[in-house]
Nanobody
Framework: QVQLAESGGGLVQAGGSLRLSCTAS????????MAWFRQAPGKEREFVGS????????YYADSVKGRFSIFRDNAKNTLYLQMNNLKPEDAAVYFC???????????????????WGQGTQVTVSS
């Protein structure tokens, strides 16, 4: 099992940057497929991006491509989401998620992940 804790959220002006972190407990973090999702009020949870554990392939939602970067530091059991050029529509609660092993084509579906953090709020002012 793994426990996840996000941090780094806050208030930022449009065009600004934030870096979110997700720290995982346990010694098997490096074998987990990791992902970021977000959920705005009244909306469904939305895929932001994910990173595999084996070949460190990274996938992004079209809405964040070119602005967001996902990377992981297995030595620190930490997943990161670097968010640049933030827009008001990026405002949401951001969650990290984990699932052991390979997920394949289901990596963008929340149902594919069995472990979730509590979320961190990102607010973007226009």
């Amino acid at each position: 099992q793994v426990q996840l804790a996000e941090s780094g959220g806050g208030l930022v002006q449009a065009g600004g940057s934030l870096r979110l972190s997700c720290t995982a407990s346990g010694r098997t973090f490096r074998t987990y497929h990791m992902a970021w999702f977000r959920q705005a009020p009244g909306k469904e949870r939305e895929f932001v991006g994910s990173i595999t554990w084996r070949d460190i392939s990274v996938y992004y939602a079209d809405s964040v491509k070119g602005r967001f970067s996902i990377f992981r530091d297995n030595a620190k059991n930490t997943l990161y989401l670097q968010m640049n050029n933030l827009k008001p529509e990026d405002a949401a609660v951001y969650f990290c998620a984990a699932e052991p092993g390979a997920i394949g084509s289901g990596h963008s579906s929340p149902q594919s992940y069995g472990y979730w953090g509590q979320g961190t709020q990102v607010t973007v002012s226009s």
